[in-house]
């Protein structure tokens, strides 16, 4: 399975973007979907997250700004993310967790600032 994210970018705070993850290859069974980000000089953390009956979970200082969804079938989940903040500056990963493993995208770069 591989994994492919885009739509990162510059943003002005207040802004908003919206995150894709596209998996090629068989994806089957219960699955959690994941977005992370790491920034600069820290840890990679999860910002959210979505399992195959819809439930999701978010880290705190996204909730009420960061949707997490997926298309139909499990080849693509998506993180919307609005009232950007320079802090939300990172790279952010999506992950795939299938069968006891994990799978990542490359990472695409967002970037918050005036």
């Known amino acids: 399975v591989q994994l492919q994210a885009s739509g990162g970018g510059l943003v002005q705070p207040g802004g908003s973007l919206r995150l894709s993850c596209a998996a090629s290859g068989r ?3 219960a699955t959690v ?3 992370y980000r790491q920034a600069a000089g820290k840890q990679r953390e999860n910002v959210a ?3 195959n009956n819809g439930a999701s979970t978010y880290t ?3 909730k009420g ?3 997490i969804s997926r298309g139909n079938g499990k080849s693509a989940w998506y993180l919307q993310m609005n009232s950007l903040r320079p802090e939300d500056t990172a790279r952010y990963y999506c992950k795939l967790s299938m069968r006891g493993s994990d799978y990542w995208g490359q990472g695409t770069l967002v970037t ?3």
């Open 27 to 29: 994806v089957f069974g």
């Open 33 to 35: 979907m994941s977005w």
């Open 49 to 51: 997250s979505i399992l």
């Open 60 to 62: 705190d200082n996204v």
């Open 65 to 67: 700004r960061f949707t």
């Open 112 to 114: 918050v600032s005036s």
